[in-house]
DNA sequence: ATGAAAGCGCTAACAA
DNA sequence: TTGTTAGCGCTTTCAT
């Protein structure tokens, strides 16, 4: 025997009705705005409950054209990094009451256009948009709407946008900092797809920490990945097909990272007394390997919280260009590092 | 110099004043509904495509209370299956031109309850619910509003509800054939967390798998896990421990056998030389791990249309029990496994 | 301190 | 075949 399923209120009348009061007044007690009597407010107060009162945001919506949602446009959900940081942001943001709308490109034109009308179709009230991949223009619909919109790792802002970047700098100087106290002089480097500004700005951010640690930069112990397993797995044989070969290699990300693992596990070179390699992001299945990834971790959650905050600038100063914030960064040392070996390989 | 944005008609009215019609029969060329002369249709086509009309579904969801939206709940998204599956799953219903609201619970009975209130206040048509952690009374008020509920691995339907279910049993006996074809004649398994329903069903799955290939169920190779690495990790260093070993272990899950091959590693216990190893679920960073993983693969684009189809039954016949649907499974057989070794270790 | 009422965009019932 | 209109739930302005 079940009991009844107790009475729902769907709309204010009804909770208004209860309360002996109108509409205007249950609106008010829920949106703490006008003067409402402490009184009539316990009552409200009361009814609300008793009828557990759901309320039907697309009301607001439709009356402002405005939904309290945000998009979130994310490249793919099959590196781990994505799905990890969409967990934090969907916590931030639905912690300050917003409601989140997911939408992955999988880096196809046309998915992205389809978003970009779901989007605009939903009213949403600003985008955060990590797909460096595809043509940005698909998403001036977007801003011809006024709507905000954050990039991740554009490093530039125009009117309507801002822009979080993560501190790639930081994280490389930091590993190259590490690898050069365990002994290591030469350092390879396994990048991204090459063309994408977000594949030079990383390249660039290493060149640069092997500069300030006074380290030579050599282009042979460079080589392009694809920000994937398999791009880490053939840039590691091409490294290792030549003749000299670095005693560490850094790569973009953890999934090039693991890649280049397995490519030293099936060659049966030993990591890291052979070899040491980083990872970049901080994925959890980093630690699954074998060895567990030394990485530089992106605090994902800070990452969301920037995203929030320089929409709610955006929001402040409409038609104007957005901060520039950035991500911190943290060296995560596991065992895929260690003292390079005494004798070049 | 840019060119001016375009103008975008964002309600009915812009269109109809445009077209020389009225917003009903705007309407009714949007939606095939009613009749409307050939000619006025053209013109009103024309009129949507010059003003780049964007609908605002709100408008209906507040005429209807239906939103066109579907609910999916996941217990987290640090397993990588969840956002593989989301994946398709997303694509599968925006396909459809339904939209997608997606919440985690994160094994969080607060986070349910918050959960459950935001698809209820969004008017979801639908809620697809993949977490089997928590207690499932948080759900009722979604059924006491008449909305459709998908679980998943229930293996149960009630009023309201329908079931997809996993093919463990199909996936186990492959595999376990398989490994026996390969000479193995003790296997091990490392489990889900005890106590939860859906750990049951995998274990006896495995152990219907065992009697129909003939093959003893030994206890004493069989350990609990936790659905991640570490309880992977402990898992097989416990199995180890002992004098008498499987040579070959199935797992739970993917995350399970990473962690499983991780000891291994550790421990210098060659794969598949000294011991096989099978996870389940097909997720793609298996294939990153060394040696790459084989792996009873979950169909996750079949799991979205089942979910789909179920939630379509549902809705054809209101306040009844829906379909128990089956999912199926591929063995992937990759490098973890091999033949049985000569002598038990 | 509270209530009445307008209006957001859409669709379906009804009228013409 | 097409148009007019009511009404979904909410907030806010304007009265009271």
Same mark, same amino acid.
């Given at each position: 025997m079940r009991s009844q399923p107790p009475e729902i209120a769907r709309n204010m009348r009804t909770v208004a009705l209860r309360a002996g009061v109108s509409t205007a007044t249950v609106?008010?007690?829920?949106?703490?705005?006008?003067?409402?009597?402490?009184?009539?407010?316990?009552?409200?107060?009361?009814?609300?409950?008793?009828?557990?009162?759901?309320?039907?945001?697309?009301? *607001? *919506?439709?009356?402002?054209?405005?939904?309290?949602?945000?998009?979130?446009?994310?490249?793919?959900?099959?590196?781990?990094?994505?799905?990890?940081?969409l967990l934090e942001f969907e916590d931030v943001f639905v912690e300050q009451d917003h409601e989140v709308l997911v939408a992955t490109t999988q880096s196809s034109q046309q998915k992205l256009t389809n978003t970009v009308r779901r989007m605009l179709m939903r009213r949403v009230d600003g985008v955060v948009m990590m797909a460096s991949e595809v043509d940005?223009?698909?998403?001036?619909?977007?801003?011809?709407?006024?709507?905000?919109?954050?990039?991740i790792d554009r490093r530039r802002a125009q009117k309507g946008c801002a822009d979080v970047a993560i501190a790639f700098e930081d994280g490389y100087r930091e590993a190259v900092l590490r690898l050069k106290a365990l002994g290591h002089r030469s350092i390879g480097f396994i990048g991204g797809t090459e063309g994408l500004r977000t594949s030079e700005i990383r390249l660039q951010a290493f060149q640069q920490a092997l500069a300030e640690a006074e380290l030579r930069f050599e282009p042979r112990?460079?080589?392009?990945?694809?920000?994937?397993?398999?791009?880490?797995?053939?840039?590691?044989?091409?490294?290792?097909?030549?003749?000299?070969r670095p005693t560490a290699v850094m790569t973009v990300n953890d999934l090039t990272a693991l890649g280049a693992l397995r490519a030293l596990h099936a060659l049966?070179?030993?990591?890291?007394?052979?070899?040491?390699?980083?990872?970049?992001?901080?994925?959890?299945?980093?630690?699954?390997?074998?060895?567990?990834?030394?990485t530089v971790a992106v605090a994902r959650r800070e990452m969301a919280e920037r995203c929030l905050e320089a929409l709610g600038k955006l929001q402040q100063n409409v038609g104007t260009r957005g901060p520039l914030l950035s991500v911190p960064v943290l060296l995560v040392e596991r065992e895929s590092t260690g003292p390079a070996p005494r004798t070049r390989t």
């Amino acid at each position: 025997m079940r009991s009844q399923p107790p009475e729902i209120a769907r709309n204010m009348r009804t909770v208004a009705l209860r309360a002996g009061v109108s509409t205007a007044t249950v609106s008010r007690v829920l949106n703490g705005s006008g003067a409402v009597k402490a009184e009539t407010a316990e009552r409200v107060r009361k009814a609300l409950k008793e009828l557990r009162f759901i309320p039907n945001p697309s009301a *607001t *919506t439709l009356k402002y054209g405005r939904s309290n949602t945000y998009g979130i446009i994310l490249p793919d959900l099959t590196n781990p990094f994505y799905p990890e940081f969409l967990l934090e942001f969907e916590d931030v943001f639905v912690e300050q009451d917003h409601e989140v709308l997911v939408a992955t490109t999988q880096s196809s034109q046309q998915k992205l256009t389809n978003t970009v009308r779901r989007m605009l179709m939903r009213r949403v009230d600003g985008v955060v948009m990590m797909a460096s991949e595809v043509d940005t223009r698909a998403v001036e619909p977007i801003l011809n709407q006024q709507i905000p919109i954050v990039t991740i790792d554009r490093r530039r802002a125009q009117k309507g946008c801002a822009d979080v970047a993560i501190a790639f700098e930081d994280g490389y100087r930091e590993a190259v900092l590490r690898l050069k106290a365990l002994g290591h002089r030469s350092i390879g480097f396994i990048g991204g797809t090459e063309g994408l500004r977000t594949s030079e700005i990383r390249l660039q951010a290493f060149q640069q920490a092997l500069a300030e640690a006074e380290l030579r930069f050599e282009p042979r112990f460079v080589r392009a990945g694809d920000y994937r397993v398999n791009g880490g797995d053939a840039a590691m044989r091409s490294l290792l097909r030549q003749q000299r070969r670095p005693t560490a290699v850094m790569t973009v990300n953890d999934l090039t990272a693991l890649g280049a693992l397995r490519a030293l596990h099936a060659l049966g070179i030993g990591v890291p007394t052979q070899m040491s390699l980083v990872g970049f992001d901080g994925i959890l299945l980093g630690e699954a390997a074998f060895p567990p990834l030394t990485t530089v971790a992106v605090a994902r959650r800070e990452m969301a919280e920037r995203c929030l905050e320089a929409l709610g600038k955006l929001q402040q100063n409409v038609g104007t260009r957005g901060p520039l914030l950035s991500v911190p960064v943290l060296l995560v040392e596991r065992e895929s590092t260690g003292p390079a070996p005494r004798t070049r390989t």
